[in-house]
């Protein structure tokens, strides 16, 4: 089994729906989760940590399930600038180890 | 601007030959890494260094040196070793080991 497991893609979706990616992770002792965007040929960019309690930024929202083991990232009114590949990122305690999920992709459409 | 430098963008190599990858960053960060990605491929971990003159093996080392003589620089080369090179190549840092890592904008190897 995967350390980091996402939704399999890609997400179509017309411009403003709501879409949702979710994560699992497999290491109960993980202890700080991300969620990133790569574009097509370039680097990935943090889009926003991942708390507990849950946390928005503006279109986007991240949750975490400690519990379940898995988080997912929900981003309402798509714009085709969402369009991109969504990278599940879990670090676990004790070390640098960063573990990044294998992406899924989001093609928005007008 | 703070940010990460990696150099050159595009990088050939020949068989048989060593390359180095270069990567620079002004964050003050004190923790750097190399990833390779492969096509539809996740990031899988070459090498991570946490303090000057420390550094450790990720998941896929072998055919791959580093150095970490300054903070500021963490070069990644290729040696011949590596048979299969070709790949996007990612530098990152981070501030400590619960803050998230910032990219450079990679390098990609092809072989000649």
């Known amino acids: 089994r995967k350390e980091v497991e996402q939704d399999p893609g890609p997400f179509n979706v017309p411009e403003g729906a709501t879409v949702a990616f979710n994560c699992t992770y497999s290491?109960?002792?993980?202890?700080?989760f991300f969620w990133y965007r790569q574009d097509c040929r370039k680097e990935p960019k943090l889009l926003m940590s991942?708390?507990?309690s849950g946390n928005e930024d503006g279109r986007f929202t991240a949750q975490l399930n400690r519990a379940s083991q898995y988080i997912s990232l929900l981003i309402r009114d798509s714009k085709l600038s969402d369009s991109a590949t969504y990278l599940c990122v879990v670090k676990n305690t004790g070390g640098f180890k960063t573990i990044f999920g294998a992406g899924t992709r989001l093609f928005v459409k007008a | 601007d703070g940010g990460i430098t990696q150099s050159p963008k595009y990088l050939f190599r020949k068989e048989g030959q060593n390359v180095t990858l270069s990567c620079e960053q002004n964050l003050n960060h004190d923790a750097m890494y190399w990833y390779r990605q492969d096509p539809g491929q996740g990031l899988r971990l070459i090498y991570y260094?946490?303090?000057?003159?420390?550094?450790q093996k990720g998941d896929i080392a072998e055919g791959y040196s580093v150095s970490r003589e300054k903070k500021e620089s963490f070069p990644l080369t290729v040696t011949s070793a590596q048979k299969n090179p070709t790949a996007f190549y990612l530098c990152a840092s981070s501030e400590r080991d619960n803050q998230p890592q910032h990219f450079g904008d990679g390098t990609r190897l092809s072989i000649l």
């Open positions: 260094s946490q303090i000057v003159n420390d550094f």
């Open positions: 991942v708390y507990s």
């Open positions: 290491n109960s002792a993980s202890q700080s």
